[in-house]
């Protein structure tokens, strides 16, 4: 036994229903060799990669829809990987990234659970000033929901930087969380401009949407 309860979840994205294994619930936690404790995931956190959320879903259903041909793209913060496993099937160039020590694996099953082939992965810290030797440059930037701590904006636009080609796009579903301004703010210094898209993150989800799709594009 892995030390931590599983399920196998159902989405349906464009025309095409996906099969997702996820954490059972979020009171989940299992850390045996203390490798999440040493990349600062506590107990509280360690379950929140393992669960299928709305934002993960908007992002997934987005990427769908965009421009895949010629172009370097990685997922922040993946987690199941939803939205890379979408880009993989369409053929795309997509590099998926988290720090959770599960996160690959859980990655990896879902890939062949849908008969997509396995994804280039890379264990990301955020902080990490190198990064760009090691991976290169991106032209596409994705995430879901990755704006929910006070000190992601700044760190986010650090590693963004890093990260991006100049003339890249970043695109984010963010469920209507405050530090998306400051974030949106501080991304502007670098050169993006912002397109927001008010979405909904669930099929019920009545007007006015919370949820935002953001489009960041800097150009040459």
Excluded at 132 to 146: L, N
Excluded at 177 to 193: E, P
Excluded at 204 to 215: D, I, N
Aim: glycine residues 8%; proline residues 5%; charged residues 25%.
């Amino acid at each position: 036994m892995p030390g931590y309860a599983t399920r196998k979840l159902s989405v349906d994205i464009g025309s095409r229903q996906w099969k997702i294994r996820a954490l059972s619930d979020t009171r989940q936690y299992a850390d045996p060799n203390g490798e999440a404790e040493q990349v600062g995931i506590c107990s509280a956190s360690w379950s929140l990669f393992g669960q299928l959320w709305p934002a993960s879903k908007a992002l997934a259903r987005a990427v769908k829809r965009i421009d895949v041909e010629g172009r370097r793209i990685i997922e922040l913060g993946c987690g199941l990987g939803l939205p890379s496993l979408v880009l993989q099937s369409r053929g795309a160039d997509v590099t998926a990234s988290d720090r959770h020590p599960l996160s690959e694996s859980f990655l990896d099953y879902n890939a062949t659970l849908n008969s997509v082939p396995l994804l280039s992965y890379l264990d990301l810290d955020w902080d990490d000033e190198n990064i760009a030797t090691t991976a290169g440059q991106f032209d596409v930037i994705i995430g879901s929901d990755i704006l929910y701590e006070p000190n992601h904006a700044q760190m986010l636009v650090g590693l963004i930087n890093r990260l991006a080609t100049p003339k890249a796009k970043v695109l984010i579903t963010c469920p209507g969380r405050g530090y998306r301004n400051r974030f949106s703010r501080l991304l502007k210094t670098s050169g993006f401009d912002l397109t927001e898209t008010a979405v909904p993150f669930k099929a019920t989800e009545p007007l006015p949407y919370r949820g935002r799709l953001l489009c960041y594009r800097r150009a040459l």
